[in-house]
């Protein structure tokens, strides 16, 4: 069952975000079950919002996503994200 991920990252900045999305990309199995991802700047840090195939792929990802962060000094973060099981979802011109 597919899964929706929130992320809060206060004081994460884009240039972090983006040398820990340039190490992954290297990896790129890492992604397994990533249906989408969208990465928002705000003014405290970033917003991550995910679509998992399954809980299991979100976790695999997690485990091997924290300690490329923490080996790049991401800031340790307080709460975990919000994760929610999803009713339904499509993508917009996928069956086309």
Not at 3 to 15: K, M, Q, R
Not at 66 to 93: C, E, F, I, K, S
Request: aromatic share 10%; net charge negative.
């Amino acid at each position: 069952m597919a899964v929706f991920v929130h992320a809060v990252l206060n004081g994460v900045s884009t240039d972090q975000y983006d040398a820990l999305n340039a190490k992954l990309q290297g990896t790129p199995e890492i992604f397994e079950g990533c249906l989408s991802h969208v990465c928002v700047p705000t003014d405290s840090g970033l917003e991550i919002f995910d679509l998992w195939e399954t809980e299991r792929q979100m976790n695999a990802f997690t485990e091997k996503m924290m300690p490329v962060a923490a080996d790049l000094g991401w800031p340790v973060t307080q709460a975990p994200p919000r994760t929610r099981t999803v009713h339904n979802y499509w993508v917009p011109g996928a069956d086309a």
